[in-house]
């Protein structure tokens, strides 16, 4: 089981440009989390997604964040128009079951020059 | 919505020494509390976790501690080890509203001297 995989580890973007990130879960797991962490901060719940459907978004910016996790692929994080203050890590995470424990890929370091 | 208060925010400990780390949360419904474990540049990797219906849970040199009426829990490392030195994330939940929209305290920098 190669554990969560995001892409790419490093994304490097100018202002106003799109960024999309994207998070393959363990086999057989079909819950995805996106967290953000700023430095020196934890770790802030964004989306929490099963195939095809957002369960919950509380965490997302109302605006130029979204989020979708399809029937075949990877869950994909998309930023548009992205500013400065979108600098962070975002890492995914992904369970078997709703209740179960969650398990981090290595995330991925956005930079908006 | 839940909050989740970490101290101290460093800590430094001399090898072979103990450790401890504490959270309060504010949530009376929350009922898990995982702890993470976060090297510099690397992925959160869950170490220990609890829930509301145990007070003590220990694995090897760590264990977790929940007092529900204080709304506290604590990390316990004994015996560290250099490689004990990382960040370390307490974190807290409802499992009722979604087990994995987990509410993460600020992190303590733990560094062991040898």
């Known amino acids: 089981n190669a554990g969560v995989m995001q892409n790419p580890r490093h994304l490097v973007r100018r202002r106003g440009q799109e960024a999309r990130l994207r998070c393959s879960p363990m086999k057989g797991h079909s819950h995805v989390y996106w967290y953000r962490q700023l430095p020196e901060e934890g770790l802030k719940f964004m989306v929490y997604?099963?195939?095809?459907?957002?369960?919950?978004e509380s965490g997302m910016p109302k605006e130029r964040f979204s989020a979708e996790f399809p029937k075949e692929g990877p869950s994909i994080l998309r930023i548009q128009q992205v500013v400065r203050g979108d600098s962070a890590a975002y890492f995914c995470?992904?369970?078997?079951?709703?209740?179960?424990?969650?398990?981090f890929g290595s995330g991925t370091q956005l930079s908006v020059l | 919505g839940e909050n989740v208060e970490q101290h101290p925010s460093t800590l430094s400990v001399q090898e072979g020494d103990s450790a401890v780390i504490k959270c309060t949360y504010s949530d009376s419904a929350s009922n898990y509390f995982p702890w993470y474990k976060q090297e510099l540049g690397k992925r959160p990797q869950l170490i220990i976790d609890?829930?509301?219906?145990?007070g003590e849970k220990k694995d090897q040199r760590i264990a977790v501690t929940l007092n529900k009426t204080a709304k506290h829990f604590s990390l316990h490392i004994t015996e560290t080890q250099p490689e004990d030195s990382a960040v370390y994330f307490c974190a807290a939940s409802n499992e009722i509203q979604g087990a994995q929209k987990l509410v993460f305290g600020q992190g303590t920098r733990l560094t062991i001297n040898p």
């Open positions: 995470a992904s369970s078997p079951n709703r209740g179960e424990k969650l398990f």
């Open positions: 609890i829930r509301s219906n145990v």
């Open positions: 997604l099963q195939k095809e459907n957002i369960i919950d």
